[in-house]
């Protein structure tokens, strides 16, 4: 409508022409105007056509908002919700299109929606209707839905918007709205997919939850909800899982404090102390679990967790500013060492109980995990500039364990999620990249290729190629290959095998050269060929095997040149060489002028038992796992800080000692505690093998947590602001 079009005879004005000039001063930002120009339609006699109410109403909803008077927002938006005015609407336009540019539906003879409030044309995938009841476009709904939802959050009502969020959910069938409800109800995954415009809606409600539970357990789960959605309160959440953690293993259920240091860590994702801490809990828990996959996840989360901590340097930092003790770089390699090994006879103990294939090993996924760490940290140092943070509370350098362990924690996109792999690769990609064809000049590249080596899902079996252990590789490779079918979905997979295959046969083939084992190392020759390996790069060692073999063969009849003649062919065929060729010719005119070289026939590889096939009989009934009292911290057992000395240790262990009467069990936990405190070197290990002090600290009593909560709860719902409507849905009709 235009203003020329609103001047009536007499000078009078048409309420729809003041409805307009309201909603531009509305979208302009000059609310004073705009709520003068309603008041001046309050007096107007005849009033507003009923067809345009709904969209006085979201304005005078906004208005009423930003006023602070929730409750007449609230009534205001309820009625644009309810408001039923289609049937008063004009006929459309012959040429019925979509309100939404580009869209192809609603052309022709579908049906098409009529917005109750702004009179546009949407298509059913635009909008929403209820049964014999209002119409809405997207737009129009989205906004009246949010501000009442707000409304009700700061009024601390929810059952003033849920009525409509469930109409438009349940009989409307809009999906937005059971999010709105979800929200409402306390749902932390829904708060978790609420745009950045309306994203304190979830924070004010799960607050007000989190103030009025009364259950421990309970407020740790609403503070660790709240942590995920936005970091709000991360600092009591972990405090309060830290406690629950501790005492959980001073009663020796590994499993519960496991749980609880994640929880920790899920407040806090770039904690290098908390990723520390559970890590530390996961091995703990795996060690007493019976169950053999629980214990293999539980091991996993560990190797993920303590190689992006013990390996990654900045945690050494976090380390000495707990301790008081700060170490060279010669005593944190010296305990680097030593936690390897400790850690690697536990995986190896755990390897042999679980008796898995060697590519799934633990020792062998801690291997990959910390050299993957290693490359990372030398790439990030090295390589970019400017160098990449890798300390704690930014981004968390760790290996693909490491990486799927963290994804949950966070809702960052994929590349600056703590342990960021796939954002760091691709960095180091763009800035590490060199010609097509040519070889890298700098080390860089290559130990960039290295790590994507790595940091692939073969990561493990191509570690066993770099081990040497091409037997193991072999067996392994033939038996997925056995498993995997040949179809259209198993091809691209058995195409991985193949190559993996051909390189750990050509790896075994050198080695049985070196052992002068010639036929077994051409017969390897052989089968990589087979699997599609290239053997231009080992002609002199495939020509070396040839010959020797076929030496052997002739010395072992020499009347007959046949089977050096045979050998000669099948290396030709592998490969086309101008000297086996010669050596052919030769051995073929010593023999008869009539003699047909046999067809080549490839040996038929042997079968393996594999014995970790064999299920193992004692693990069929596994024994109950017993409290494994030596994880506890030796400065919580005899309750001493970090930072005392030699003498305050020995006078710690006097006094538990003599408190512990004739417990033996306690005497021998606190015998070890001040064995673990008894030197500078065991010390620093000790330091490595609990949680860094501090991590339990005192976070506050309950009471004062909720309190805490309620007032922050209140401090948000005060803050709350209306989605501003946009001026198509106050102008009726407006482009």
Same mark, same amino acid.
């Given at each position: 409508?235009?203003?020329?079009?609103?001047?009536?005879?007499?000078?009078?004005?048409?309420?729809?022409?003041?409805?307009?000039?309201?909603?531009?001063?509305?979208?302009?930002?000059?609310?004073?105007?705009?709520?003068?120009?309603?008041?001046?339609?309050?007096?107007?006699?005849?009033?507003?056509?009923?067809?345009?109410?709904?969209?006085?109403?979201?304005?005078?909803?906004?208005?009423?908002?930003?006023?602070?008077?929730?409750?007449?927002?609230?009534?205001?938006?309820?009625?644009?919700?309810?408001?039923?005015?289609?049937?008063?609407?004009?006929?459309?336009?012959?040429?019925?299109?979509?309100?939404?540019?580009?869209?192809?539906?609603?052309?022709?003879?579908?049906?098409?929606?009529?917005?109750?409030?702004?009179?546009?044309?949407?298509?059913?995938?635009?909008?929403?209707?209820?049964?014999?009841?209002?119409?809405?476009?997207?737009?129009?709904?989205?906004?009246?839905?949010?501000?009442?939802?707000?409304?009700?959050?700061?009024?601390?009502?929810?059952?003033?918007?849920?009525?409509?969020?469930?109409? %438009?959910?349940?009989?409307?069938?809009?999906?937005?709205?059971?999010?709105?409800?979800?929200?409402?109800?306390?749902?932390?995954?829904?708060?978790?997919?609420?745009?950045?415009?309306?994203?304190?809606?979830?924070?004010?409600?799960?607050?007000?939850?989190?103030?009025?539970?009364?259950?421990?357990?309970?407020?740790?789960?609403?503070?660790?909800?709240?942590?995920?959605?936005?970091?709000?309160?991360?600092?009591?959440?972990?405090?309060?899982?830290?406690?629950?953690?501790?005492?959980?293993?001073?009663?020796?259920?590994?499993?519960?404090?496991?749980?609880?240091?994640?929880?920790?860590?899920?407040?806090?994702?770039?904690?290098?102390?908390?990723?520390?801490?559970?890590?530390?809990?996961?091995?703990?828990?795996?060690?007493?679990?019976?169950?053999?996959?629980?214990?293999?996840?539980?091991?996993?989360?560990?190797?993920?967790?303590?190689?992006?901590?013990?390996?990654?340097?900045?945690?050494?930092?976090?380390?000495?500013?707990?301790?008081?003790?700060?170490?060279?770089?010669?005593?944190?390699?010296?305990?680097?060492?030593?936690?390897?090994?400790?850690?690697?006879?536990?995986?190896?103990?755990?390897?042999?109980?679980?008796?898995?294939?060697?590519?799934?090993?633990?020792?062998?996924? %801690?291997?990959?995990?910390?050299?993957?760490?290693?490359?990372?940290?030398?790439?990030?140092?090295?390589?970019?500039?400017?160098?990449?943070?890798?300390?704690?509370?930014?981004?968390?350098?760790?290996?693909?364990?490491?990486?799927?362990?963290?994804?949950?924690?966070?809702?960052?996109?994929?590349?600056?999620?703590?342990?960021?792999?796939?954002?760091?690769?691709?960095?180091?990609?763009?800035?590490?990249?060199?010609?097509?064809?040519?070889?890298?000049?700098?080390?860089?590249?290559?130990?960039?290729?290295?790590?994507?080596?790595?940091?692939?899902?073969?990561?493990?079996?191509?570690?066993?190629?770099?081990?040497?252990?091409?037997?193991?590789?072999?067996?392994?490779?033939?038996?997925?290959?056995?498993?995997?079918?040949?179809?259209?979905?198993?091809?691209?997979?058995?195409?991985?095998?193949?190559?993996?295959?051909?390189?750990?046969?050509?790896?075994?083939?050198?080695?049985?050269?070196?052992?002068?084992? %010639?036929?077994?190392?051409?017969?390897?020759?052989?089968?990589?060929?087979?699997?599609?390996?290239?053997?231009?790069?080992?002609?002199?060692?495939?020509?070396?095997?040839?010959?020797?073999?076929?030496?052997?063969?002739?010395?072992?009849?020499?009347?007959?040149?046949?089977?050096?003649?045979?050998?000669?062919?099948?290396?030709?065929?592998?490969?086309?060489?101008?000297?086996?060729?010669?050596?052919?010719?030769?051995?073929?005119?010593?023999?008869?002028?009539?003699?047909?070289?046999?067809?080549?026939?490839?040996?038929?590889?042997?079968?393996?038992?594999?014995?970790?096939?064999?299920?193992?009989?004692?693990?069929?009934?596994?024994?109950?796992?017993?409290?494994?009292?030596?994880?506890?911290?030796?400065?919580?057992?005899?309750?001493?800080?970090?930072?005392?000395?030699?003498?305050?240790?020995?006078?710690?262990?006097?006094?538990?000692?003599?408190?512990?009467?004739?417990?033996?069990?306690?005497?021998?936990?606190?015998?070890?505690?001040?064995?673990?405190?008894?030197?500078?070197?065991?010390?620093?290990?000790?330091?490595?093998?609990?949680?860094?002090?501090?991590?339990?600290?005192?976070?506050?009593?309950?009471?004062?947590?909720?309190?805490?909560?309620?007032?922050?709860?209140?401090?948000?719902?005060?803050?709350?602001?209306?989605?501003?409507?946009?001026?198509?849905?106050?102008?009726?009709?407006?482009?």
């Amino acid at each position: 409508m235009s203003e020329e079009q609103g001047a009536v005879g007499g000078g009078a004005v048409r309420p729809s022409l003041v409805l307009s000039r309201a909603a531009r001063a509305l979208a302009a930002g000059e609310y004073v105007q705009a709520v003068g120009l309603h008041r001046q339609l309050d007096t107007m006699r005849p009033g507003l056509s009923p067809q345009f109410l709904p969209a006085r109403a979201a304005a005078r909803g906004f208005l009423a908002a930003r006023a602070g008077d929730w409750a007449a927002s609230a009534d205001w938006y309820a009625f644009v919700l309810d408001a039923h005015v289609e049937g008063l609407l004009p006929e459309p336009p012959a040429e019925r299109r979509c309100r939404v540019q580009g869209c192809r539906r609603g052309r022709g003879l579908e049906p098409m929606l009529r917005c109750g409030q702004c009179h546009r044309l949407c298509c059913s995938e635009h909008g929403a209707a209820r049964p014999g009841g209002p119409q809405r476009c997207d737009d129009c709904l989205w906004t009246a839905l949010s501000n009442l939802t707000i409304a009700a959050v700061a009024l601390d009502s929810p059952q003033t918007a849920l009525p409509a969020l469930t109409a %438009w959910c349940e009989q409307g069938d809009w999906e937005d709205a059971g999010l709105l409800r979800d929200v409402l109800t306390g749902d932390p995954g829904a708060a978790a997919q609420l745009p950045a415009e309306c994203r304190e809606l979830g924070r004010v409600v799960l607050l007000r939850r989190a103030a009025g539970v009364s259950d421990r357990r309970d407020l740790l789960d609403r503070l660790s909800q709240l942590g995920q959605v936005d970091g709000l309160l991360a600092g009591p959440a972990r405090e309060l899982q830290a406690q629950a953690a501790q005492q959980a293993t001073r009663r020796g259920d590994p499993a519960a404090a496991e749980e609880a240091w994640r929880r920790a860590w899920a407040a806090a994702p770039s904690d290098l102390a908390l990723v520390h801490a559970a890590g530390l809990a996961a091995l703990a828990a795996a060690t007493a679990e019976p169950d053999p996959d629980r214990c293999a996840a539980a091991a996993r989360r560990a190797i993920g967790c303590l190689a992006v901590t013990v390996n990654g340097g900045a945690y050494w930092k976090a380390l000495a500013e707990s301790t008081g003790r700060p170490l060279t770089d010669e005593e944190q390699d010296e305990v680097r060492i030593a936690f390897d090994e400790q850690l690697r006879l536990r995986l190896r103990v755990l390897d042999t109980r679980l008796a898995r294939p060697a590519h799934q090993g633990l020792e062998l996924a %801690w291997t990959v995990e910390t050299e993957a760490v290693r490359l990372l940290m030398e790439l990030a140092v090295e390589a970019v500039e400017p160098p990449l943070e890798t300390g704690s509370g930014s981004t968390l350098l760790g290996g693909p364990i490491f990486l799927t362990l963290s994804q949950p924690f966070a809702g960052e996109p994929l590349g600056v999620r703590p342990g960021g792999l796939a954002g760091v690769l691709a960095l180091l990609r763009e800035h590490l990249s060199w010609p097509p064809g040519r070889e890298p000049q700098h080390s860089h590249p290559v130990t960039f290729l290295r790590l994507v080596e790595v940091a692939s899902p073969n990561g493990p079996f191509l570690q066993l190629l770099a081990e040497k252990r091409f037997q193991e590789a072999i067996e392994i490779a033939e038996e997925e290959l056995d498993a995997t079918p040949a179809d259209r979905r198993g091809d691209l997979r058995r195409e991985e095998l193949r190559h993996l295959l051909g390189r750990a046969l050509l790896g075994r083939a050198k080695e049985r050269l070196d052992e002068q084992d %010639w036929q077994a190392a051409f017969e390897d020759y052989e089968r990589a060929a087979d699997q599609g390996a290239e053997l231009k790069l080992h002609q002199a060692d495939l020509e070396q095997a040839t010959y020797q073999w076929g030496k052997e063969l002739r010395r072992g009849d020499r009347s007959s040149w046949q089977s050096y003649a045979a050998v000669l062919n099948r290396a030709l065929r592998l490969l086309p060489s101008r000297g086996l060729a010669e050596n052919l010719e030769e051995a073929l005119r010593r023999l008869p002028a009539d003699y047909k070289l046999p067809p080549v026939h490839r040996p038929e590889r042997a079968r393996v038992s594999r014995p970790h096939a064999e299920p193992a009989p004692e693990a069929a009934a596994p024994k109950a796992a017993r409290p494994r009292t030596e994880q506890l911290s030796p400065y919580l057992v005899l309750d001493v800080p970090p930072s005392a000395d030699g003498s305050a240790v020995q006078a710690a262990y006097l006094r538990e000692l003599k408190a512990a009467g004739r417990d033996a069990v306690r005497k021998k936990q606190v015998a070890a505690a001040r064995s673990a405190l008894s030197s500078p070197q065991r010390r620093r290990m000790a330091d490595l093998l609990v949680p860094l002090p501090g991590l339990a600290a005192d976070g506050g009593s309950l009471d004062e947590l909720g309190a805490h909560c309620g007032r922050l709860a209140e401090q948000q719902a005060a803050a709350l602001r209306p989605l501003p409507p946009a001026l198509a849905q106050l102008i009726p009709l407006a482009p």
